[in-house]
């Protein structure tokens, strides 16, 4: 199965430099799903994780290697899942964010699971039905 990698597993393979245990197996993992080419990129993850980068140099060598990711194209009916989503989890006290309910919502139309540290993705489970991906090294 194909997995949308989130912007918080990307970040700790990408920029954190000491890591626990726990972060450890979690680059790991993400690391074996790239061999296995079951990584699923979207623009606004990739805009994400170049955000913020001071140095014109470093965004331009990680823009040159994210670039190995295709982008999933995203099309209306995704953003309209990502509405209904975030007006469930409002109607539930569930808060997020908007990328954060698109991912669900990309997720869900495209079958896919989703690889994040992020918490709020816990709280959206209980709301609507997403898979995790789950550490399993």
């Known amino acids: 199965m194909k997995v ?4 918080s597993v990307w970040s700790l393979a990408l920029r954190k430099k000491t890591l626990t245990e726990e972060e450890k197996k979690t680059v ?3 690391t074996e799903l790239i061999k296995e080419f079951r ?3 979207i623009g606004p993850v990739r805009q994400e994780i170049l955000s913020g980068i001071s140095s014109e140099s470093k965004f331009n060598e990680l823009a040159s290697k994210l670039r190995y990711f295709e982008d999933t194209v995203i099309e209306t009916n995704d953003y309209e899942k990502a509405s209904e989503i975030y ?3 409002r109607k539930n006290g569930v808060q997020g964010s908007h990328i ?3 991912i669900c919502a990309i997720a869900i139309n495209r079958n896919l699971s989703i690889f994040t540290t992020d918490k709020d993705f816990t709280e959206f489970c209980k709301v609507v039905d997403l898979r995790l991906h789950t550490v399993i090294l």
């Open 100 to 102: 954060d309910f698109l």
């Open 28 to 30: 790991l993992e993400f």
């Open 87 to 89: 007006n469930l989890c």
């Open 39 to 41: 990584v699923v990129m």
């Open 4 to 7: 949308l990698v989130d912007t």
